[in-house]
Nanobody, 119 residues
Framework: QVQLVESGGGLVQAGGSLRLSCAAS????????MGWYRQAPGKRRELVAT???????NYADSVKGRFTISRDNAKNTVYLQMNSLKPEDTVVYYC?????????????WGQGTQVTVSS
């Protein structure tokens, strides 16, 4: 099994910054694409940003220029640096990883971390 553990959420004023971290743990796995998604109550989970093991990134239009995704492959950890935060960024953020484990690809999710941006 693979576990994703997120940290770094919290309360910040509009215009401020937060950095989310997500560490993947388990035995004998390879993490391919990792990313962040977010979900507001009653809405579908939406992509925020993804990053491949080679470092290629993809961002939602709503966060381009404000958020930066990065990863440390040696630590199987992905980060999301969030700058210029807006009240509409207030949602739960979920870490996601596509993982090869025992010869099978699977998708894993973290438990979610709340980000609240006050106006």
């Amino acid at each position: 099994q693979v576990q994703l553990v997120e940290s770094g959420g919290g309360l910040v004023q509009a215009g401020g910054s937060l950095r989310l971290s997500c560490a993947a743990s388990g035995s004998a796995f390879t993490a391919n694409t990792m990313g962040w998604y977010r979900q507001a109550p009653g809405k579908r989970r939406e992509l925020v940003a993804t990053i491949t093991s080679g470092g290629s990134t993809n961002y939602a239009d709503s966060v381009k220029g404000r958020f930066t995704i990065s990863r440390d492959n040696a630590k199987n950890t992905v980060y999301l640096q969030m700058n210029s935060l807006k009240p509409e960024d207030t949602v739960v953020y979920y870490c996601n990883a596509r993982v090869l484990l025992a010869g099978t690809w699977g998708v894993y999710w973290g438990q979610g971390t709340q980000v609240t941006v006050s106006s």
